[in-house]
Every structure is written in structure tokens, then in C-alpha cells.
């Protein structure tokens, strides 16, 4: 079985462009989250679907960051424009239906914005 | 606000030994409780949760947490440490109620001396 699938590994762009970060679930999941991990830190919630829909986005740092899951099947989150504080490393993860499914996360996307 | 305290950046041990990386939590209610370790270049992955019942867990490659309700911790654990556990370890906490969002600690990096 397939796991999470994250594309690309690796972005470097100037600030002030577009960067689109696309995540393809294992298939059946119904739940997919998007987190990032700046340096150090914590990994931050930012969003997360159930199939087609925003269950919650209440991690979404401002509207330059917007992500879509077409068909409930993979997903995409764009950052436009990139700004510095947008580097760090975007995680997508999915899981099960049920609350106490655990989460099988991508191997990241590192975004860097110079 | 939910939080997830991991107060130690870095955990030495020699291997053989056992361990011990620690883990504080703040949320309402009785959450889910996880961990996760990411190996360099890797995802997470998941390692163990607690859902309800014993308070010791027991998980993969050997580790086991023990949950404390009345200190809100959740320590993860291992008897005999290996050099190959080095790693960065994450805690994880999602409420019960309320939605599936999963709060993550800042990480504890373990380093297991041959």
C-alpha cells in the first residue's frame, strides 16, 4: 500500500512569488492535514479536510496560504504571495475515519523562500 | 488553548541504558495521546497512543508510555536503549471532543551513545 505522498521535496523560490505544494493521501482516507515545522519549533496545525471539505482551518497563518482538495482525493496548498517567514517544512498527513485514528504523515516539502 | 510541552530539546543516553523523554499536556478533558518519531529525512511515524484503559502503553521497536492523568504527562519510554533509536521524538495530543485537530510538542531529539 502506497504512503503519503508529498511533491516537491525540496522549493527554493524568491520572495514574492507562487509556490504550490501538492499532497496525495493513502488512498481511502478520508481525513487529510496540513502542518508545518519552522526550525526548532513545534509542527503548527494548519488545516484539515474530511473528503472535499474544510473541516477546520483555523491554523492557516493569514490568505496568501490557500489549499484545496478537489474530488476529496489529493490536495494542494499555495502560498501567494511567498514571504521569508513562509520557510519551513510543510507536512501532509491522513488518516482513518474515527477520532482516535493515528495520523501517517508525507516525508515534507522543505520551502524555502529567499 | 490546547499545548504540548516537551522540555527537553536534546536526550543523551548510552545505549543499554534505558530512557526516558518526557511529555506535559495541557487540554480539557481526557485526550488522545500520542507519540511519533522522525528519522533524518523521513516523515513521522507513528509510534504508540493512548486511547483509554491501562495506563501503560506499549508500541513498536519496544517503547511503551506511561499516562498520568493527575500530572497530565505522558512519557515515552524504553528499558534498553539502541543506537539506532536516535531520533526525533514528538508528543501529540488531540481532544476528545471538539474535532480531530492534533496538536504537536516542539520535539526531543534522542542520541544514543554506542
Known amino acids: 500500500e502506497a504512503g503519503v505522498t508529498q511533491f516537491p521535496s525540496h522549493s527554493v523560490i524568491e520572495k514574492g512569488q507562487t509556490v504550490t505544494l501538492r499532497c496525495d493521501p493513502i488512498?481511502?482516507?478520508?481525513?487529510l492535514y496540513w502542518y508545518r515545522r519552522v526550525m526548532g519549533k513545534e509542527i503548527k496545525f494548519l488545516l484539515h479536510?474530511?473528503?472535499?471539505?474544510?473541516?477546520?482551518e483555523s491554523g492557516m497563518p493569514n490568505n496568501r496560504f490557500l489549499a484545496e482538495r478537489t474530488g476529496g482525493t489529493y490536495s494542494t496548498l499555495k502560498v501567494q504571495p511567498a514571504e521569508l517567514e513562509d520557510s519551513g517544512v510543510y507536512f501532509c498527513?491522513?488518516?482513518?475515519?474515527?477520532?482516535?485514528?493515528?495520523?501517517?504523515f508525507g516525508e515534507g516539502s522543505r520551502l524555502t523562500v529567499l | 488553548a490546547q499545548s504540548v510541552a516537551q522540555p527537553e530539546d536534546q536526550v543523551n543516553v548510552a545505549e543499554g541504558n534505558p530512557l526516558t523523554v518526557k511529555c506535559t499536556y495541557s487540554?480539557?478533558?481526557?485526550?488522545?495521546l500520542f507519540w511519533y518519531v522522525q528519522y533524518p529525512n523521513r516523515g513521522l511515524q507513528f509510534l504508540l497512543k493512548?486511547?483509554?484503559?491501562?495506563?501503560l502503553v506499549k508500541g513498536s521497536y519496544g517503547f511503551e508510555a506511561e499516562f498520568n492523568k493527575s500530572q497530565t504527562s505522558f512519557h515515552l519510554k524504553k528499558p534498553s536503549a539502541l543506537v539506532s533509536d536516535s531520533a526525533l521524538y514528538f508528543c501529540?495530543?488531540?481532544?476528545?471532543?471538539?474535532?480531530?485537530?492534533?496538536?504537536f510538542g516542539a520535539g526531543t531529539r534522542l542520541f544514543v551513545k554506542a
Open positions: 479536510f474530511v473528503k472535499e471539505s474544510k473541516q477546520d
Open positions: 501529540a495530543v488531540r481532544e476528545r471532543t471538539g474535532g480531530f485537530k492534533t496538536i
Open positions: 487540554v480539557s478533558g481526557n485526550p488522545y
Open positions: 498527513a491522513s488518516s482513518q475515519k474515527g477520532f482516535a485514528g493515528e495520523l501517517f
Open positions: 493512548y486511547i483509554t484503559g491501562d495506563n
Open positions: 488512498s481511502g482516507h478520508d481525513n
